[in-house]
């Protein structure tokens, strides 16, 4: 079997798992609520920088995602499942770089008052960086998927809008290549 067979049934069954799961969520109909997330986050290694000191990193860019969540215990647990998109771009006069990716993310979490603790996983499908630079040929790395560790903390005070920081530990590989693309963002989220 082919190494993009094998690459492709992998996603398959990723997929396969993150329906399962999300239809999970969804048969409880009156406790799932839907959510819309926005964030930025920084970190993990510099993939190229400018004379101005701007630069592109790893586990960087602005992150747009939908999901749903749902409470699973007596005393304000939930699940929450979301699929995004998480993108960086540097465009100077001499060129233009950027970084992307779909994540689907599972946080776990519980309430203490105002106070939200989670901890969870993220998985990075297709994270691919590319550059076009004047005077050189274009460039373009294809990350393999990752998956990594998050751990949360958010602030409830509006009745389901929030307000997070996290800290995702992830690295991106591609043919031996190994970067830290560990990040840590802050997050603002609605309920619906």
């Known amino acids: 079997m082919s190494e993009r067979h094998d690459g492709v049934a992998g996603k398959f069954k990723l997929a396969k798992f993150v329906v399962t799961a999300i239809l999970l969520t969804l048969a409880s109909a009156a406790r799932a609520e839907l959510y819309m997330e926005f964030g930025f986050q920084n970190g993990g290694d510099t993939l190229i920088s400018t ?26 647990e939930t699940l929450s499942l979301s699929l995004g998109y998480l993108s960086e771009e540097i465009d100077t006069s001499n060129g233009t770089a950027e970084i992307s990716t ?16 989670g901890f969870g996983a993220s998985y990075h499908i297709d994270p691919t960086y590319s550059n076009n630079i004047v005077g050189l040929p274009p460039f373009k790395i294809e990350f393999d998927d990752a998956l ?12 389901r809008f929030q307000i997070s920081t996290r800290y995702t530990l992830m690295d991106y590989e ?8 560990s990040s840590f963002g802050i997050f603002l989220s609605n309920g619906f």
Not at 54 to 66: P, V
Not at 149 to 159: G, N, P
Request: net charge positive; glycine share 16%.
């Open 51 to 76: 004379n101005s000191g701007e630069g592109l990193y790893t586990g960087g860019g602005f992150k747009f995602a939908i999901g749903v969540q749902n409470k699973v215990g007596k005393n304000g």
């Open 102 to 117: 779909l994540n689907l993310d599972a946080i776990y979490s519980y309430r203490i008052f105002n106070h939200r603790f």
């Open 148 to 159: 990594g560790l998050i751990l949360q903390y958010s602030y409830v005070r509006i009745s």
């Open 174 to 181: 591609a043919s031996g290549l190994s970067l830290d693309a």
